[in-house]
């Protein structure tokens, strides 16, 4: 039962100028994981659907991925299940449910989904993410378990805790959670309160939230759906405050999933978005946990309570970090089904005239409604790419890290809490004028687009408020400044420091050279970087102690860290494009968008890059 295309949607397929295909293997990574990738929904759905046409699945898949299928009143219909326990008879639409509802039912899908991947045994982190998505298009209660928790157990634990509790959360013997925000602290987590207090006789941990501030709140799957949390406390033994460490902390009984002795345990209610994910409270009075209990891969509590320190205190901070990655990466992505739906959506919709009596056109062919969508494809793709471009920083820094070299931290740590920042807004901002570029209909619940913002805009809070971040990477950024200051050697990925000169040779009735837009996005950088350095100085010169003149170049110091991430987000997207082994179509095509992606950049900063001349 083939599915016929809107004639103008064929139509404006039917103009591409490049191959589609090139840019969709380079996106996903090779026509194998492509092949993969759309293997993967079609065998599901041929597995789950008695009579439905591989356009169909397609279109059930794509519209999945942003929700439209829920509202085209296309079910599924669930026959043969290869798991028996789902009896569902199709997707429903969660939007008309109760919060409970839709919790139940989004619980539904991602326990068939985890047994599934399970079953077809889908090792590749990838395909179980594009398989999940298919079955839980929105928040997944299960997405602390398959990300932060895992993440932590791997990275802080030792090798025989590794054994012992990754198999356990592997194979959804325990459900996790990574609980550290407290009522009263989520950014600053040194003020934290839950204490871990050792007790030598009987080699336990004493686990307490003395204050409500100090109350869990805000953690995923707390609410209903975790029966262990990966538990960030401050540990004091031996009298002495050792600061935060992490520890597994059993929540729920195993069989009974009732709250342990000593825990009391919730849901914190509704919220702007995530409406399927529970994030709850947590009270811990007094609970006892084994001394092995505590994730000691870099710091230690020895049996007679003696505190082994890490060789960083910041290790215990890596979980944070590795989900910061995750966030740049899944920002672009994000974008980039907004902007397809808005896309479509705008080479179907007719409104309007351009020619009078001319008849009403396409609205995508009006310049502005262009303007509204073309850049967001390119941010689209230079979000992506540039997360491609930290992946390779990123992956050499953590191989170091796991052989006990640890100098790349600092740059590491700066490179995701900007770029975390830097696209979070972005794919913020730019899922917003998708959305209003739909009209009437992209208030509609049924074009996807309102639950992706309210949904993924909370990634501009969580794992590190924007603004926050943007300040952690400056201290990185005000450093490598005042060692640019003194003639130092500097870390690779900020020498632009000392070598960003102006020298442009593109005129204005030329078209622009690329490496001018490098040179101008990487001279902007520098210049504000330097600004936010000599405004500090100057509090410092105006008697001010460290931290008062830190607070009084903030607002500078927070551009500094956009500044960088969007010349390292220009300068990723055009060397990647141009060396990207395209045919000259595709490669034509892209060098286009990036030059569009930049100049809009300009245009929206004009301020920056007039003052820098
Ligand atoms: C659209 C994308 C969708 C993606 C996915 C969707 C599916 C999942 C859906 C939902 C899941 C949501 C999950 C959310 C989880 C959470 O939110 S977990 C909690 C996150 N909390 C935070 O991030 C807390 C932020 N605060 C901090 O990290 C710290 O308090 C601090 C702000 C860094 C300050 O720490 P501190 O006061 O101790 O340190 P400073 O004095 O500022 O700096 C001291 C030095 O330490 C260095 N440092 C700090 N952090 C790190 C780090 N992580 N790694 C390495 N180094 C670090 C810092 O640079 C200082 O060094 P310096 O003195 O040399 O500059
Ligand atoms: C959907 C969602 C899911 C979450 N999931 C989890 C989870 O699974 N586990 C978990 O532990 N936590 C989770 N969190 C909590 C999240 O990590 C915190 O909300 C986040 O770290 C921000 O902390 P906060 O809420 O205390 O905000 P605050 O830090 O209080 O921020 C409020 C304002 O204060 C400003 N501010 C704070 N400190 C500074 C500073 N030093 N300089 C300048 N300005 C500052 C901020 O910029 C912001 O404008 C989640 C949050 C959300 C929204």
Same mark, same amino acid.
């Given at each position: 039962?083939?599915?016929?295309?809107?004639?103008?949607?064929?139509?404006?397929?039917?103009?591409?100028?490049?191959?589609?295909?090139?840019?969709?293997?380079?996106?996903?990574?090779?026509?194998?994981?492509?092949?993969?990738?759309?293997?993967?929904?079609?065998?599901?759905?041929?597995?789950?659907?008695?009579?439905?046409?591989?356009?169909?699945?397609?279109?059930?898949?794509?519209?999945?991925?942003?929700?439209?299928?829920?509202?085209?009143?296309?079910?599924?219909?669930?026959?043969?299940?290869?798991?028996?326990?789902?009896?569902?008879?199709?997707?429903?639409?969660?939007?008309?449910?109760?919060?409970?509802?839709?919790?139940?039912?989004?619980?539904?899908?991602?326990?068939?989904?985890?047994?599934?991947?399970?079953?077809?045994?889908?090792?590749?982190?990838?395909?179980?993410?594009?398989?999940?998505?298919? #079955?839980? &298009? =929105? %928040?997944?209660?299960?997405?602390?378990?398959?990300?932060?928790?895992?993440?932590?157990?791997? !990275?802080? *634990?030792?090798?025989?805790?590794?054994?012992?509790?990754?198999?356990?959360?592997?194979?959804?013997?325990?459900?996790?959670?990574?609980?550290?925000?407290?009522?009263?602290?989520?950014?600053?987590?040194?003020?934290?309160?839950?204490?871990?207090?050792?007790?030598?006789?009987?080699?336990?941990?004493?686990?307490?939230?003395?204050?409500?501030?100090?109350?869990? #709140?805000? &953690? =995923? %799957?707390?609410?209903?759906?975790?029966?262990?949390?990966?538990?960030?406390?401050?540990?004091? !033994?031996? *009298?002495?405050?050792?600061?935060?460490?992490?520890?597994?902390?059993?929540?729920?009984?195993?069989?009974?999933?009732?709250?342990?002795?000593?825990?009391?345990?919730?849901?914190?209610?509704?919220?702007?978005?995530?409406?399927?994910?529970?994030?709850?409270?947590?009270?811990?009075?007094?609970?006892?946990?084994?001394?092995?209990?505590?994730?000691?891969?870099?710091?230690?509590?020895?049996?007679?309570?003696?505190?082994?320190?890490?060789?960083?205190?910041?290790?215990?901070?890596?979980?944070?970090?590795?989900?910061?990655?995750?966030?740049?990466?899944?920002?672009?992505?994000?974008?980039?089904?907004?902007?397809?739906?808005?896309?479509?959506?705008?080479?179907?919709?007719?409104?309007?005239?351009?020619?009078?009596?001319?008849?009403?056109?396409?609205?995508?062919?009006?310049?502005?409604?262009?303007?509204?969508?073309?850049?967001?494809?390119?941010?689209?793709?230079?979000?992506?790419?540039?997360?491609?471009?930290?992946?390779?920083?990123?992956?050499?820094?953590?191989?170091?890290?796991?052989?006990?070299?640890?100098?790349?931290?600092?740059?590491?740590?700066?490179?995701?809490?900007?770029?975390?920042?830097?696209?979070?807004?972005?794919?913020?901002?730019?899922?917003?004028?998708?959305?209003?570029?739909?009209?009437?209909?992209?208030?509609?619940?049924?074009?996807?687009?309102?639950?992706?913002?309210?949904?993924?805009?909370?990634?501009?809070?969580?794992?590190?408020?924007?603004?926050?971040?943007?300040?952690?990477?400056?201290?990185?950024?005000?450093?490598?400044?005042?060692?640019?200051?003194?003639?130092?050697?500097?870390?690779?990925?900020?020498?632009?420091?000392?070598?960003?000169?102006?020298?442009?040779?593109?005129?204005?009735?030329?078209?622009?050279?690329?490496?001018?837009?490098?040179?101008?996005?990487?001279?902007?950088?520098?210049?504000?970087?330097?600004?936010?350095?000599?405004?500090?100085?100057?509090?410092?010169?105006?008697?001010?102690?460290?931290?008062?003149?830190?607070?009084?170049?903030?607002?500078?110091?927070?551009?500094?860290?956009?500044?960088?991430?969007?010349?390292?987000?220009?300068?990723?997207?055009?060397?990647?494009?141009?060396?990207?082994?395209?045919?000259?179509?595709?490669?034509?095509?892209?060098?286009?968008?990036?030059?569009?992606?930049?100049?809009?950049?300009?245009?929206?900063?004009?301020?920056?890059?007039?003052?820098?001349?």
């Amino acid at each position: 039962m083939g599915k016929s295309v809107n004639p103008d949607l064929a139509k404006a397929r039917s103009q591409a100028t490049f191959d589609p295909a090139n840019l969709t293997n380079y996106l996903y990574g090779g026509p194998e994981k492509l092949r993969r990738k759309r293997y993967l929904p079609a065998f599901v759905f041929k597995e789950l659907c008695t009579e439905m046409s591989l356009t169909d699945l397609c279109l059930i898949f794509l519209g999945l991925l942003t929700h439209v299928s829920d509202y085209l009143g296309l079910t599924l219909s669930i026959e043969n299940m290869a798991a028996k326990e789902y009896k569902e008879e199709g997707f429903k639409s969660t939007d008309d449910m109760s919060r409970e509802e839709a919790y139940e039912e989004s619980m539904r899908r991602a326990v068939y989904t985890n047994k599934r991947v399970l079953q077809l045994n889908l090792q590749d982190q990838e395909e179980q993410y594009y398989f999940r998505e298919i #079955f839980v &298009p =929105g %928040a997944n209660p299960f997405a602390l378990h398959y990300v932060m928790f895992k993440d932590a157990i791997n !990275t802080q *634990g030792t090798e025989d805790q590794i054994q012992k509790w990754l198999p356990l959360a592997e194979t959804y013997a325990v459900t996790g959670t990574y609980a550290q925000t407290e009522l009263g602290h989520g950014t600053f987590l040194r003020g934290l309160e839950t204490t871990a207090e050792y007790d030598v006789q009987r080699e336990e941990f004493i686990l307490n939230t003395p204050t409500i501030t100090s109350s869990k #709140f805000w &953690p =995923g %799957a707390l609410g209903k759906t975790a029966n262990v949390a990966i538990l960030n406390a401050k540990l004091i !033994t031996k *009298g002495r405050n050792c600061g935060m460490q992490s520890f597994w902390v059993p929540l729920r009984h195993l069989e009974t999933h009732q709250p342990l002795p000593g825990i009391t345990v919730g849901d914190i209610g509704p919220k702007f978005g995530y409406h399927t994910s529970d994030n709850g409270f947590l009270q811990l009075n007094r609970v006892r946990i084994p001394r092995e209990n505590m994730l000691m891969r870099y710091s230690k509590v020895l049996q007679d309570g003696t505190f082994v320190p890490p060789e960083n205190d910041r290790l215990v901070y890596v979980p944070m970090t590795q989900f910061r990655f995750v966030v740049i990466g899944r920002s672009g992505w994000t974008l980039a089904k907004a902007v397809t739906v808005a896309t479509r959506y705008s080479a179907v919709r007719r409104q309007s005239e351009i020619t009078p009596g001319g008849g009403e056109v396409q609205i995508l062919d009006f310049q502005t409604q262009q303007h509204k969508l073309f850049t967001q494809i390119a941010s689209a793709y230079a979000m992506i790419i540039a997360a491609k471009a930290a992946k390779d920083l990123y992956d050499s820094a953590f191989s170091k890290m796991e052989k006990g070299n640890l100098e790349d931290l600092p740059m590491l740590h700066a490179l995701t809490s900007s770029m975390k920042a830097f696209n979070t807004w972005e794919m913020a901002t730019g899922v917003e004028q998708c959305r209003m570029a739909c009209g009437g209909h992209g208030y509609l619940l049924a074009s996807g687009i309102p639950q992706m913002y309210t949904d993924m805009v909370s990634a501009c809070t969580y794992e590190g408020e924007n603004t926050v971040m943007c300040l952690q990477a400056a201290r990185f950024l005000n450093k490598c400044q005042e060692a640019a200051n003194k003639g130092e050697r500097l870390p690779q990925l900020t020498r632009f420091l000392q070598t960003s000169r102006l020298n442009i040779s593109s005129s204005l009735d030329q078209d622009v050279d690329l490496n001018d837009i490098i040179a101008a996005y990487e001279f902007r950088a520098a210049t504000v970087i330097s600004e936010a350095n000599a405004r500090l100085n100057a509090g410092l010169a105006m008697g001010k102690s460290q931290s008062e003149a830190w607070n009084y170049a903030s607002q500078l110091l927070v551009k500094a860290a956009l500044a960088f991430s969007h010349w390292f987000t220009v300068r990723a997207l055009i060397e990647n494009m141009r060396g990207a082994g395209f045919d000259n179509s595709t490669e034509t095509l892209l060098l286009q968008l990036a030059k569009l992606y930049a100049l809009d950049g300009m245009l929206r900063y004009s301020g920056d890059f007039r003052k820098v001349g």
